[in-house]
């Protein structure tokens, strides 16, 4: 051996639990650094306000808010946010403080305070109507607010607002259109909305995904096997599409077919290259394949 590992010289219990104690250190390690480093930010932003050419600057204002949301901590947030308002008035370029309202919302939102969070994404709105992206965001920001307040009769306008506001709209905003319909137990325009996104942003699995599981969430199991049939003939993520489609199978008692759905996928991950049988990510796989096949016995 190269080197000797005080860890690999234990006693196997008591090695696991030292890798499980290195893992936890590891990530509470990266934590406190991670959150070390926002206070640092907050810090360095704050001696720039408390200078005296930046004491009327409210981009810094937003920029330690936007700090202080990163940290957990909303009331220091949302104060910098109206200070920046505030500051903003005074200014004589007050267009460059409205982001403010944008994070006064995100921030209303965190807190649960809904009705809060509408009121300011609608001011956010109003202030820049001549900007596209601002739209955008502000429509985006105000669907989530009315999402949460369960009027998703009014968050599927404002999704769809947003989306034909966007130049190339994010794949969220179909997703979150569609999560508006499917909660006003409307299953097809919810599937509309998501065929909407794969015009225009493409075939992404995402998309597919989730009309999968719209079909699976109103029982129309058949519909769901039919877009699982559909999504494996573009040949992409073929083991993990045919455990699913395995698993509606059984949904609809059909235990031979299910079997032989499991049965193609364990096939197919013998054709891979030997480099990528060899990984511990195609052994769990491979191990949960045979696990369900042997459930189906």
């Keep these: 051996m190269l080197f000797s590992s005080p860890v690999l010289s234990l006693p ?24 070390g480093l926002v206070h640092e930010q907050i810090d360095e932003v704050t001696q720039q306000i408390n200078s005296a050419e930046n ?17 957990g901590a909303l009331r220091l947030a949302q104060r910098d946010f109206k200070k920046a308002l505030k500051v903003g008035r005074k200014s004589p370029n007050p267009e460059k403080s409205l982001d403010a309202y944008y994070y006064l919302g995100e921030v209303a939102i965190q807190q649960e305070k809904f009705s809060t969070a509408t009121r300011y994404a609608t001011r956010f709105i109003d202030q820049l109507p001549e900007e596209s992206g601002a739209h955008m ?11 949460a307040a369960r009027k998703f009769k009014q968050s599927a306008r404002a999704f769809q607002a947003a989306i034909n506001a966007a130049m190339f709209p994010k794949p969220d905003y179909y997703l979150d259109l569609a999560k ?4 006003m137990q409307q299953p097809d325009d919810a599937v509309a909305a998501l065929e909407q996104g794969k015009q225009k942003r493409g075939e992404l699995s995402v998309f597919d995904d989730a009309i999968v599981e719209i079909y699976l969430n109103n029982n129309d199991v058949s519909r769901a096997l039919q877009q699982i049939n559909t999504m494996l003939a573009n040949k992409q993520r073929i083991p993990f599409l045919l455990i699913k489609k395995s698993d509606i199978l059984i949904q ?9 759905a499991l049965q193609e996928a364990l096939q197919y991950l ?8 060899s990984t511990p990510t195609f052994e769990q796989l491979k191990q949960n394949i045979e696990q369900r096949l042997q459930g189906l016995e």
């Design 12 to 35: 196997p219990f008591k090695r696991v639990y030292s890798f499980v104690f290195f893992c936890v250190f590891s990530l509470l390690s990266c934590s406190v650094f991670s959150h």
């Design 55 to 71: 004491k009327m600057n409210s981009s810094l204002y937003i920029r330690r808010g936007r700090l202080y949301m990163e940290d």
């Design 137 to 147: 965001r502000g429509q985006h920001l105000l669907g989530r607010a009315l999402f």
């Design 180 to 183: 508006s319909y499917e909660a």
């Design 252 to 260: 609809m008692n059909d235990q031979t077919q299910a079997k032989q």
């Design 270 to 277: 013998e054709t891979l290259p030997a480099t990528r049988r």
